[in-house]
T-cell receptor
Framework: GEDVEQSLFLSVREGDSSVINCTYT??????LYWYKQEPGAGLQLLTY?????DMKQDQRLTVLLNKKDKHLSLRIADTQTGDSAIYFC???????????FGKGTTLSVSS | NAGVMQNPRHLVRRRGQEARLRCSPM?????VYWYRQLPEEGLKFMVY????????ESGMPKERFSAEFPKEGPSILRIQQVVRGDSAAYFC???????????????FGPGTRLTVL
């Protein structure tokens, strides 16, 4: 079945780069997504990548996709304290009717 | 353009009572999704609806849970005879189109945090 795995915690210093990793199981996923959740809030779509792409860059965010290994990563350059949040990786379910989320990676940024 | 609205933001119920959670999608969106987030867990899909139709309810518990998205008004997630295990954050998302041929860009509401005493 579909499953998405993420490491649970990441701690970085302000100004450093953060790399959040994710593995997924469904090789037929056409899109993969990164969402951000701040405390007490809903999820905010950060970016997504089409499965035939290796990389997508959007300002401080870089998404890398290794389709062979089913590995997705999100790199945040020049990490700021405002980036502290939970980051979720997600893929479409096989029916295309919903998103399958990982458990989330809590990013803690210290100044 | 208002985002996805959910109310109430916090709901407290005693065991055996009913909980009704409401979701108003973004303007122009006709697809609504409900997810449940247990403490320290990711979001789990519950149900996907379009106006007046349930498209996929494969994530809904078989008993006590129901959802609707009427022609007029918000989508409702209804939990009858709540138990302590129903305590969670319930998120609604909406999208303009389904994922067939394109990304399923879902926009999330702030969630309803249900506490069952």
């Amino acid at each position: 079945g579909e499953d998405v795995e993420q490491s649970l915690f990441l701690s970085v210093r302000e100004g450093d780069s953060s790399v959040i990793n994710c593995t997924y199981t469904d090789s037929s996923s056409t899109y993969l997504y990164w969402y951000k959740q701040e405390p007490g809030a809903g999820l905010q779509l950060l970016t997504y990548i089409f499965s035939n792409m290796d990389m997508k860059q959007d300002q401080r965010l870089t998404v890398l996709l290794n389709k062979k290994d089913k590995h997705l990563s999100l790199r945040i350059a020049d990490t700021q304290t405002g980036d502290s949040a939970i980051y979720f990786c997600a893929e479409n379910n096989q029916a295309g009717t919903a998103l399958i989320f990982g458990k989330g990676t809590t990013l803690s940024v210290s100044s | 353009n208002a985002g996805v609205m959910q109310n109430p933001r916090h709901l407290v119920r005693r065991r055996g009572q009913e909980a009704r959670l409401r979701c108003s999608p973004m303007k122009g969106h006709s697809h609504v999704y409900w997810y449940r987030q247990l403490p320290e867990e990711g979001l789990k899909f519950m149900v996907y609806l379009q106006k007046e139709n349930i498209i996929d309810e494969s994530g809904m518990p078989k008993e006590r849970f129901s959802a609707e998205f009427p022609k007029e008004g918000p989508s409702i997630l209804r939990i009858q005879q709540v138990v302590r295990g129903d305590s969670a954050a319930y998120f609604c998302a909406s999208s303009q189109r389904d994922s067939y041929g394109g990304p399923n860009e879902q926009f999330f509401g702030p969630g309803t945090r249900l506490t069952v005493l």
